[in-house]
Nanobody, 114 residues
Framework: VQVVESGGGLVQAGGSLRLSCAISGTIVTMNHMGWYRQAPGKQRELVATITSSGTTNYADSVKGRFTISRDAAKNTAYLQLNSLKPEDTAVYYC?????????WGQGTQVTVSS
């Protein structure tokens, strides 16, 4: 099973990015897909999750700015990041969960300059 994230980069404060996550190598539809992030010197934290039926959950710090979506049939997920702040700078990881197993990607760097 491979989890591949893309779409990170360097952006100025107030800007936007769109992250993509594709999970391949399995016929299992992920029950949950989510985005997590880890800033230097900090623990990895939840950003947003989405179930196969489309129910979403967001960290308070990103509510109203980030939007998670997915194509359940393709095991792909997206994270639209708007109104970015320097404190959003982190490595963003995608996770897929299905049949009791979790699959993590290698992460994509998001850097927001002030």
């Amino acid at each position: 099973v491979q989890v591949v994230e893309s779409g990170g980069g360097l952006v100025q404060a107030g800007g936007s990015l769109r992250l993509s996550c594709a999970i391949s190598g399995t016929i299992v539809t992920m029950n949950h897909m989510g985005w997590y992030r880890q800033a230097p010197g900090k623990q990895r934290e939840l950003v947003a999750t989405i179930t196969s039926s489309g129910t979403t959950n967001y960290a308070d710090s990103v509510k109203g700015r980030f939007t998670i979506s997915r194509d359940a049939a393709k095991n792909t997920a997206y994270l639209q990041l708007n109104s970015l702040k320097p404190e959003d700078t982190a490595v963003y990881y995608c996770k897929g969960s299905g049949y009791g197993r979790d699959y993590w990607g290698q992460g994509t760097q998001v850097t927001v300059s002030s």
